[in-house]
């Protein structure tokens, strides 16, 4: 059984920074992708970052310049550096990891901005 374990949401001041982890265990074959998400109060979730297996990455607009995807291979795990944030970023964070049989979600983790 495979499972995502995010960590280091929190409170932090606008333009402050914080650095999420999403470790994977379990029986990991062929991943295609880590990426994160994000959900915010009354809206949609939508994807932040993306990272493929060759090394492609992609951000949404909003978080571009700001935001940095990183993988370790050899721990499956996914980490989410998150620089000048803003209120705007306030969400809870989920990580997905996408293989070659199966779409996995983390539990989320909450991030709040906010001075």
């Known amino acids: 059984q495979v499972q995502l374990v995010e960590s280091g949401g929190g409170s932090v001041q606008p333009g402050g920074s914080l650095r999420l982890s999403c470790a994977a265990s379990?029986?990991?074959?062929?991943?295609?992708?880590m990426s994160w998400y994000r959900q915010a109060p009354g809206k949609q979730r939508e994807l932040v970052a993306v990272k493929a297996s060759g090394g492609t990455t992609n951000y949404a607009d909003s978080v571009k310049g700001r935001f940095t995807i990183s993988r370790d291979n050899a721990k499956n795990t996914v980490y989410l550096q998150m620089n000048s944030l803003k209120p705007e970023d306030t969400a809870v964070y989920y990580c997905n990891m996408k293989t070659i049989l199966n779409n996995y979600w983390g539990q989320g983790t909450q991030v709040t901005v906010s001075s």
């Open positions: 379990g029986y990991i074959f062929r991943v295609d992708t």
